[in-house]
């Protein structure tokens, strides 16, 4: 399978815990997107990389948010402190710089107790 | 503030029937318009897309029939089939006028396709 992958697919934490989730790119897409989907709603941007830079953050991102990219491979997403608001759906896509077609992961559902 | 308004929330279609969804939008810098696909615990899958310098496009069952003037685009599904039953979201993206393809997505219509 090429497609984009998470790890893990589903995680429960306690509030206050800390959480990793890891992205594995299409393999030549130098491209690499957060979005976070709660329930009922579309994907909304965390922020994104090309190759290994981070380009743009939401300011959904809090402090407690950060993200790496640290070969332009495979990404990282660490949420500190978890509170029960970060319960959500946290999606990984990946794109070529040309054409912008974004494809999407299987998602990683985050629910914080 | 909502920058992709999306309707209906859900619809209801007979199998063979057309399924339409619309979009709306207010920022004129949006250059790039997709519709993705979504079902239960998957991620969501593109299924078509547009730029605003052509009026209508279609692959296969699926159209897009854009209206700039009104900033408006909307999905047509034609010979709906059960396996069509899913949720869809409509997005834009404004590169050439930000350098940023960030994804803004609409809240989402969820389609369900009766034999």
């Known amino acids: 399978d090429t497609g984009v992958s998470q790890n893990p697919r589903h995680k429960i934490t306690k509030r206050g815990q800390n959480v990793t989730f890891r992205c594995d790119p299409i393999?030549?897409?130098?491209?690499l997107y957060w979005y976070r989907q709660t329930l009922g709603q579309g994907p909304e941007f965390l922020t994104y990389?090309?190759?290994?830079?981070?380009?743009?953050k939401s300011r959904l991102l809090s402090d407690r948010f950060s993200a790496e990219r640290p070969k332009g491979s495979f990404s990282t997403l660490e949420i500190q402190r978890t509170e029960q608001g970060d319960s959500a759906m946290y999606l990984c896509?990946?794109?070529?710089?040309?054409?912008?077609?974004?494809?999407f992961g299987p998602g990683t559902r985050l629910t914080v107790t | 503030q909502q920058q992709v308004k999306q309707s209906p929330q859900s619809l209801i279609v007979q199998k063979g029937g057309i399924s339409i969804i619309n979009c709306a939008y207010e920022n004129t810098a949006f250059d790039y318009f997709p519709w993705y696909q979504q079902f239960p615990g998957k991620g969501p899958a593109l299924l078509i897309a547009?730029?605003?310098?052509?009026s209508e496009k279609k692959e296969g069952r699926f159209t897009i029939s854009f209206n700039k003037s009104a900033k408006q685009f909307s999905l047509h599904i034609m010979d709906s089939q059960p396996g069509d039953s899913a949720t869809y979201f409509c997005?834009?993206?404004?590169?050439?006028?930000?350098?940023?393809?960030?994804?803004?997505f609409g809240t989402g219509t969820r389609l369900q396709v009766f034999p």
């Open positions: 547009i730029r605003p310098d052509v």
């Open positions: 896509a990946s794109s070529l710089s040309i054409p912008l077609r974004q494809y």
């Open positions: 997005a834009a993206s404004y590169y050439q006028f930000y350098n940023t393809d960030k994804l803004i």
């Open positions: 393999s030549e897409h130098n491209r």
């Open positions: 990389f090309q190759n290994e830079a981070q380009l743009e």
